[in-house]
């Protein structure tokens, strides 16, 4: 299990990457400061604090943008720089990129629970149960680094795959309706219901907070079935790619 | 004019920019206008100001690179002066941008939005757009590569859109971000958006683009320094 002893060295990579370190929890950080303290204690109309409403779902999207590090040390490593080295290394190419998405994803969850305690320390915001939080996290950041890396497997062009991953970040945001309401059309409502994985994310987590464990179960499940879907098309996808 | 040629052709050669440049002021026309009473214009013509950042820092990147591969350097050496590949360069994203706000002002009014005064909109967007490029052009001289340096104006935007108040109105904020708001050149857009839609004083419009055009000149003078190494 060579491979995965790697991800202690991937791990210190990735904490010296300090720009991706500022966009993925300097930024949130900076945002969340700003309209927590714009939005105070105004309350919504289903009863919860606008505020936990716009907190949960900013931390659960950035979540969505955790896989462009994955996406990124996989490029680097096994497509570009140091492809011919890492290839003449003993060691089974696919686990180390496996591992590598271990790693991205365990990463993206540290930046999340950071940002969750800084929410309910510093903004007393109402995340419902921490462990289920934690999880529901975790069901994020896997997806956001798998879908990453099916894009990275699926397209020749490296920018262009980058760029996809950005359009699904921000089309995930923009259908849930956090720039602007989206129109009442039955096919968004439909994807935001059953398929938009910040939806089903942030449902999951508002279930569990207001008491209903079923539904928020529901979520989850539906969160995971996304990733075994996103997990076969990798898998597809990697196939063929993979050096 | 050949660096103008020149740059408007590397622009151009960039699918995704060709797409990135048409798509988003078109997709920003059908924006729908937003039904509590602000943003105050359409959706897309509250937020075109955030495109108009992002298409400058996208576009003001080629002279990054420029000075990442060397072509500064050997430009230096060429009997070209640094000012005429500044200004070629300046003029060919200015082109694109303006084509850009026509764009999307003509086809608003096309599309029957209501736009109040079409011709003081344009008018603002071509400051502003002359202050987004100056902001890139000086951002990017405190950096060496391009991704990293669009990577955290990227940052920069939602920041200053978010505290400038065009995602935001200035009023709801706390009175210390109401008085900061108050640097960031994003302020003046939306101060001069609602000039558009509410006012009088027609020198309260010159003040807004002098100061929007100060900042301009701030950052051309920033930007625009040399730096060959």
């Known amino acids: 299990m060579k491979e995965l002893a790697t991800i202690r060295f991937i791990g210190i990579r990735m904490s010296r990457d300090f720009i991706t370190m500022i966009l993925l929890l300097g930024v949130p950080i900076i945002l969340i400061t700003v309209f927590s303290i714009i939005l105070g204690e105004v309350e919504g109309l289903s009863g919860t604090p606008i505020r936990d409403e716009t907190v949960v779902l900013l931390v659960l999207g950035f979540q969505l943008f955790g896989g462009a590090i994955t996406m990124n040390y996989v490029h680097q490593d096994l497509f570009a720089e140091r492809k011919n080295r890492l290839l003449s290394l003993p060691m089974n190419t696919t686990l180390y990129g496996f591992s590598i998405m271990l790693a991205g994803i365990i990463y993206s969850i540290l930046l999340g629970i950071i940002l969750i305690t800084y929410t309910t320390m510093v903004f007393d915001v109402n995340w419902g149960n921490f462990i289920w939080a934690l999880l529901v996290i975790t069901l994020m950041s896997s997806l956001s680094s798998i879908v990453c890396l ?38 968004i409502n439909m994807f935001n219901d059953y398929v938009n994985p910040l939806m089903l994310a942030y449902s999951s987590i508002d279930q569990v907070r207001s008491g209903g464990l079923s539904d928020g179960w529901l979520y989850a499940a539906l969160l995971s079935v996304l990733i075994l879907i996103a997990f076969g098309l990798l898998l597809l996808t990697g196939r063929r790619r993979m050096p | ?206 003040f807004i683009n002098g100061v929007l055009l100060l900042y301009a000149l701030f950052f051309l003078i920033i930007g625009s320094i040399r730096r060959i190494s």
């Open chain 2, 1 to 206: 004019m050949t660096i103008f040629r020149f740059a408007l052709k590397r622009i151009l050669r960039d699918k995704t920019n060709v797409l990135f440049l048409t798509l988003f002021p078109i997709a920003a026309i059908f924006l729908p206008t937003a039904e509590d009473g602000w943003p105050l214009l359409p959706l897309g013509y509250q937020y075109f100001g955030i495109l108009l950042l992002f298409v400058s820092i996208r576009l003001t990147s080629i002279m990054i690179e420029d000075r990442q591969k060397g072509v500064v350097k050997r430009l230096a050496a060429a009997p070209v002066s640094h000012f005429n590949y500044l200004w070629q360069n300046l003029l060919a994203f200015s082109v694109i941008m303006i084509i850009q706000i026509i764009i999307i002002i003509s086809g608003g009014y096309a599309y029957g939005h209501e736009l109040y005064e079409p011709w003081n909109l344009t008018i603002l967007y071509l400051v502003f757009m002359f202050t987004a490029i100056s902001i890139s052009l000086a951002w990017n001289s405190l950096y060496r590569s391009k991704e990293s340096s669009f990577l955290i104006f990227m940052a920069v935007i939602v920041l200053m859109a978010l505290l400038g108040g065009i995602l935001f109105p200035v009023e709801m904020m706390p009175v210390v971000f109401e008085r900061i708001a108050v640097i960031f050149p994003t302020y003046w857009l939306s101060e001069g958006i609602e000039w558009i839609v509410f006012g009088e004083d027609r020198g309260d419009f010159l």
């Open chain 1, 150 to 187: 099916v894009f990275t497997f699926s397209v020749k062009n490296f920018k262009i795959a980058e760029r996809l991953s950005e359009v699904y970040g921000v089309g995930m945001i923009l259908l849930a309706g956090l720039f602007f309401p989206m129109p009442d059309n039955a096919l």
